[in-house]
């Protein structure tokens, strides 16, 4: 399993580094540590729950598990893990928020986002338009909101 992982994210920031600046790679990144500045990379970006990020993000992939203060943007998904703590808005083509993790911002999520980076689904900045928990989002329910109707309740709840 050790291989997987330093295959998929040959480049660490460990839990001691405390880095800032510019990063950009080919790959993915497992985030440990602090970082402050702008990340860009086709690969995947990894922010474990013990890491602390303020920056801006151009990736394929995004996880989010620890904190994070910036804007996102993945080519293909952002997940939001439970013990996620983000702040800043998100674009991607699709976007999976767990229960229990804590979004505060705008959402453009969409196939189209990644094509014309200006067009997309777009939820509102109030709250209770958060997607349903675990579920990958790409169209507005019935509300015009991303998810269903109900899933804003639920994560006000499982925030509570």
């Known amino acids: ?73 993945a080519n293909d998904r952002i997940e939001l893990k439970q013990t996620a703590r983000y702040e800043g808005d998100l674009r991607a083509c699709k976007l999976v ?14 196939p189209e986002v990644v094509k014309n980076r200006g067009t997309g689904v777009t939820t509102s900045p109030r709250s209770g338009t958060a997607p349903t928990p675990g579920q990958p989002v790409g169209k507005p329910g019935p509300d015009g909101h991303a998810g269903a109707p109900e899933s804003g309740e639920r994560l006000a709840k499982a925030a509570r």
Do not use: W
């Not at 928020?97 to 969409?110: C, K, L, M, N, P």
């Open 1 to 73: 399993m050790a291989d997987h992982a330093d295959n998929e994210f040959p480049t660490v920031l460990g839990p001691d580094a405390n880095f800032n600046g510019e990063l950009s790679f080919e790959k993915g990144v497992r985030l440990q540590g602090r970082f402050q500045g702008k990340i860009t990379t086709p690969g995947r970006v990894y922010v474990t729950k013990e890491a602390k990020m303020q920056a801006d993000v151009e990736a394929g992939c995004i996880t989010v598990e620890g904190e994070v203060k910036g804007n996102l943007s």
């Open 97 to 110: 928020v767990d229960e229990g993790a804590v979004f505060s911002g705008q959402v453009t999520v969409g």
